[in-house]
């Protein structure tokens, strides 16, 4: 039998192991139980692929993610790894026949569909090898994406008693990963664990009253990759226009753009001929690019574990990498009401379930495996609700395993021309913007004169280089002159039901935990929020302490005071009293409206140098706790 590396250069073109890889697949090899917590990048999917190609039967992969699942299924069979993913519960049969006599080696579905009533009868058929829990942390109530079907995979032991399970997360606190081994029922597990610790990853937070004009001194002169983070999608276009405007490469990303969008973005990107990819989070899942020099957020991530991840999208190649997270005092407040302040009550998601099961006519006991398409600002529009708590209420119900969401934008429109082929060529002689719009219609089309049809609106906006906006408001135009009919739809939300429509049933166990669910989302905001404005301890040993991993050696790459020359500490104390001094000149200010003033440092640096000119009495507190100088 050849052997793993053989395997690694055969199928990844890869000639040696990353760091921990080789001990995991061997102990995977020997049939034993595993975890293992490999950050972004360390390469843990090749952990239970691998080992499915060396071993006779099928790897079962449970995953929460279906764009994930989707991706590995498409690279493991070009590499030639017979790979298939499970879609919906009535096909089911038909696809486990499929991998049964088909000699599939990967089996890919969610924790939802391993649990149904049907794979679990059919599992003991399918020579299951191993089982591959990926995205594990998912199992824990204090996990970044809790998902409660996780809790129930032990379930499948029962049914395959002596069939391993491999674990594996990149992000994971102490606690999650004890709640992983508990929740698994795992026996005398091996933890692999590589540290959190990026030595050629910088991770600098930057306070500054102007982020766009920092965000372009950053990138400027710099010739290598790079990713800015925004925190919506409006922000990625707008941003991306900033840096074309100031000659930078750039295009941006995000959930709401086309799948042909999305991939030919991507392609541009990893093959250099966009430098900087403007994105929302949802830039990452796939993505593994080696050569990204700079990591730049503009906005907070919701937890300490998103951040990390996205960071670690840099320097993969092991060359030195820089990131930089940009603030300014209102990000506190701005990250709260983004996070916190839309989450829904009990009340809220009873009122928000009901109305979507009637707005999608889904019956009472109806629903399960049904695909429905949503325009979010219509659906709110209608029934008078917040988009941002609805579209919270979706992924809640999404996290609890009642659907799954896949957000997109996806524009669909039907055209019947009213007139005849001669009618429609006289009015195309202006040769209007409009009228290229219908030609090239015409042109990518067949039978357009003799019955309605469905446009390829992706194919007519790439071929005319328009906007989809542009394509819809020639037909819109045409429809008004009474030369067309035009039925036009967009939807930005597909989904996925998994369970019936059983609204009492269905809401009761989610909203038992619910209170739950918004205190781990509070304790995350906060944690995110202490990380990012404490400037004092070392980025990277507040990143370790998060997870579990404590040390006394500071980074010496970071701009947090510990790390800093202590020459350069001094110059930035300086800077600071400097600052205060002249802020008083001009009157007795409070804590807060210095805080607010002095915008550049955070409230800690601030406070400290305060407390120090108190001590020396070069400040003085006046009667109405004002700060003062003592002239």
């Known amino acids: ?70 991706d590995q299924v498409e690279q493991m069979n070009a590499k030639g790894i017979k790979s298939m993913m499970l879609t919906n519960t009535q096909a089911m049969g038909i696809q486990l026949d499929n991998c049964l006599y088909g000699n599939f080696k990967l089996l890919y579905c969610s924790p939802e569909k391993a649990l149904s009533s049907e794979f679990k009868l059919r599992i003991k058929d399918l020579k299951i090898n191993r089982i591959a829990v990926d995205e594990a942390h998912c199992i824990s109530e204090w996990g970044n994406d809790f998902r409660p079907a996780f809790k129930q995979i032990k379930n499948l032991r029962k049914l395959l008693p002596d069939t391993p399970i491999l674990a594996v997360t990149a992000t994971a606190t102490t606690k999650v990963l004890e709640d992983i081994i508990s929740s698994l029922e ?32 950053l990138l400027s002169g710099n010739k290598k990759s790079g990713i800015v983070y925004c ?51 949802a ?52 990250i709260r009401d983004q996070f916190l302040g839309t989450l829904p009550d009990k009340g809220f998601i009873r009122l928000c379930y009901k109305n979507l099961c ?88 067949h039978d357009v004169y003799t019955s309605s049809f469905e446009l390829y609106l992706e194919r007519i906006v790439r071929i005319n280089q328009v906007s989809f906006k542009t394509v819809i408001h020639a037909l819109e135009q045409w429809h008004k002159e009474g030369n067309l009919v035009l039925d036009y739809a967009q939807t930005d939300i597909q989904i996925q039901w998994l369970v019936p429509r059983e609204d009492q049933y269905t809401l009761a166990p989610l909203l038992k935990r619910l209170e739950q669910h918004h205190q781990v989302k509070k304790e995350k905001i906060e944690a995110m929020i202490s990380f990012a404005f404490s400037t004092a301890s070392c980025k990277q040993k507040q990143i370790l302490a998060y997870f579990g991993e404590h040390t006394t050696e500071k980074c010496g790459r970071c701009n947090a005071l510990e790390c800093l020359p202590k020459k350069q500490v001094k110059t930035v104390q300086i800077e600071i009293k400097n600052r205060i001094v002249a802020e008083l000149q001009n009157g007795a200010r409070s804590l807060k409206e210095l805080d607010q003033s002095i915008a550049d440092y955070t409230t800690f640096e601030i406070g400290e140098s305060i407390r120090m000119q108190l001590s020396t009495k070069e400040l003085l507190l006046t009667n109405t706790n004002k700060l003062k100088l003592n002239i």
């Not at 917590?37 to 071993?55: D, E, N, R, V």
């Not at 597990?189 to 965000?215: M, P, Y």
């Not at 050569?291 to 730049?296: K, L, Q, S």
């Not at 996205?310 to 506190?332: C, I, M, S, Y």
């Open 231 to 281: 925190g919506s999608r409006k922000m990625t276009e707008q941003v991306a226009k900033i840096l074309q405007h100031n000659e930078l490469s750039s295009a941006y990303f995000h959930g709401g753009r086309t799948a042909s969008e999305r991939k030919e973005l991507l392609h541009e990107w990893l093959n250099e001929k966009t430098k900087i990819m403007v994105a929302t989070n």
């Open 358 to 445: 009637n707005y999608l006519n889904i019956a009472y006991g109806e629903g399960n495996e049904l695909i429905n398409n949503l325009s979010l600002s219509a659906f709110c529009k209608t029934y008078d609700l917040n988009p941002k708590k609805a579209l919270a209420t979706l992924s809640y119900l999404e996290q609890e395993g009642v659907c799954n969401l896949i957000q997109y934008n996806k524009q669909r429109a039907t055209v019947k021309f009213l007139l005849n082929q001669n009618q429609i060529l006289e009015l195309l002689k202006d040769q209007s913007e409009t009228s290229k719009v219908i030609q090239g219609i015409i042109r990518n089309h």
């Open 1 to 70: 039998m050849d052997s793993p590396k053989a395997y690694l250069k055969k199928y990844w073109g890869y000639d040696s192991f990353r760091s921990k890889q080789e001990a995991i697949i061997g102990r995977v090899l020997e049939n034993k139980d595993t975890v293992a917590l490999l950050p972004t990048g360390g390469g843990k999917s090749i952990c239970y692929q691998l080992p499915a190609l060396m071993t006779a039967g099928c790897t079962l992969v449970i995953s929460p993610l279906i764009a994930l699942m989707q």
């Open 186 to 217: 795992l026996e005398k597990t091996c933890l692999f664990q590589e540290s959190f610790v990026r030595s050629n990853i910088s991770i600098n937070t930057l306070f500054t009253e102007d982020k766009f004009g920092t965000l372009i001194k």
């Open 283 to 334: 830039f990452g899942m796939g993505v593994d690019k080696s050569e990204v020099a700079t990591v730049i957020h503009l906005n907070l991530p919701s937890s300490i574990e998103n951040f990390f991840q996205e960071v670690g999208r840099a320097g993969r190649n092991g060359a030195p990498a820089k990131t930089f997270l940009l603030l300014q005092q209102n990000d506190k407040n701005r």
